[in-house]
């Protein structure tokens, strides 16, 4: 028996798209796919160029600029989500970032500046967008966002993203027990290592890449389309009653320890 997704009545805002390599441009993917109607964020206008070209030609999409960090973009973010769909289904988050310095070097040496910054942006921003959010989504819709296994184990020179990691799995724990008399659902997707613009900022991240296929059970790395493809599972109706959770999508790489050669 087949299973299709037919997500045509509903409505998705993407959070933090930068470019084709964006996992928050693969879920999207999925969304459009199932005929979803999904607005998108994005950092700063230089990468708009970019994005009109991914949404050139697709229908009932739309694109504003918003820094995630800034209660203004946030208000008038979500006052577009309301004059475009009048509510809200699925919300994604996709951002994370930290300034280069603190991904070099030891987590020791972390300052307090690269410490606030990695947090609010990669974690509180979750917080503040789910809330802003809140009037508009319906019941028994669904917020993701995506994680990455060093939030449980320490990945050199990830540093204090791993924290800032850990910090939003907790925070969609304790979102998933605010939403929960709703049924809005609060999940994460934990990817393996994917070749996309925020792995730039990691220092030897081509080694860790290599590393991660040579670990996985699978011998290879997960894809951008399986991170969609889960994420879609958890944002339609397939995944209701499922919430709270860190869901893994990385070719078996964080159940093994060292893999026989």
Request: net charge negative; proline share 3%; hydrophobic share 40%.
């Amino acid at each position: 028996m087949s299973v299709s997704v037919d997500l045509s009545n509903k409505t998705a805002l993407v959070m933090g798209v930068a470019n084709g390599r964006s996992l928050g441009w693969a879920i999207a993917q999925q969304l459009l796919a199932a005929g979803c109607r999904v607005g998108f964020s994005y950092q700063g206008e230089r990468l708009r160029p970019e994005l009109d070209k991914l949404l050139a030609g697709k229908d009932g999409v739309w694109s504003q600029q918003a820094d995630a960090t800034s209660e203004a973009d946030l208000v008038a973010l979500f006052a577009r989500v309301k004059e475009e769909f009048g509510h809200l289904d699925y919300l994604v988050h996709s951002i994370a970032y930290a300034p280069r310095q603190a991904m070099e070097g030891r987590f020791l040496d972390t300052t307090p500046e690269d410490w606030n910054t990695a947090l609010q942006v990669s974690a509180y921003t979750l917080v503040s967008a789910s809330r802003h959010a809140e009037p508009l989504l319906r019941d028994g819709g669904s917020i993701v966002s995506l994680t990455y296994h060093a939030s449980q184990q320490v990945v050199p020179k990830y540093n204090v993203m791993g924290v800032a990691k850990a910090a939003l799995e907790a925070a969609t724990r304790y979102l998933a027990a605010d939403f929960g008399e709703r049924e809005i659902r609060v999940n994460t997707v934990s990817a393996g290592p994917m070749r996309t613009i925020a792995a730039r900022s990691i220092p030897g991240f081509g080694g860790l890449y290599d590393k991660g296929a040579r670990n996985a059970s699978f011998g290879r790395n997960a894809t951008p389309e399986e991170v969609g493809k889960l994420a879609l599972f958890l944002l339609s109706d397939l995944g209701s009653g499922v919430t709270g959770q860190t869901m893994y999508v990385d070719a078996g790489l964080s159940i093994m320890t060292v893999k026989e050669d």
